[in-house]
């Protein structure tokens, strides 16, 4: 199986940065595309950003692009999502996941971690 956990979540003032880590492991643990996830409450699941399997290729929704980073450290095992000019509406439950899925962009993710808390206070 494959487990992931992520941290680095907490209080944020707006305008501040975040990097939040997700320390991926089990079996293969390199061979995944794996993307970032936002869930505010009351609200849909909302896509953040994926990258590959080599962190050569990133996509990100086009109305994200800029604030939010998405990189991967393989020798570490770990993803990381570095978000700078955060806003109060970036508050959410932030998730890493991955997929064995063979292209990126996916809509289809396996294995998802329990999440770490993002607040932004204005």
């Known amino acids: 199986q494959v487990q992931l956990v992520e941290s680095g979540g907490g209080l944020v003032q707006a305008g501040g940065s975040l990097r939040l880590s997700c320390a991926v492991s089990?079996?293969?643990?390199?061979?995944?595309?794996l993307g970032w996830f936002r869930q505010a409450p009351g609200k849909e699941r909302e896509f953040v950003a994926s990258?590959?399997?080599?962190?050569?290729?990133?996509y990100y929704p086009d109305f994200r692009k800029g604030r939010f980073t998405i990189s991967r450290d393989n020798a570490n095992n770990t993803v990381y999502l570095q978000m700078d000019s955060l806003k109060p509406e970036d508050t959410a439950r932030y998730y890493c996941?991955?997929?064995?899925?063979?292209?990126?962009?996916?809509?289809?993710?396996?294995?998802w971690g329990q999440g770490t808390q993002v607040t932004v206070s204005s």
């Open positions: 996941a991955a997929s064995t899925a063979m292209i990126l962009p996916t809509r289809r993710y396996d294995y």
């Open positions: 089990g079996r293969t643990s390199n061979n995944f595309i």
């Open positions: 990258i590959g399997r080599s962190g050569g290729s990133t």
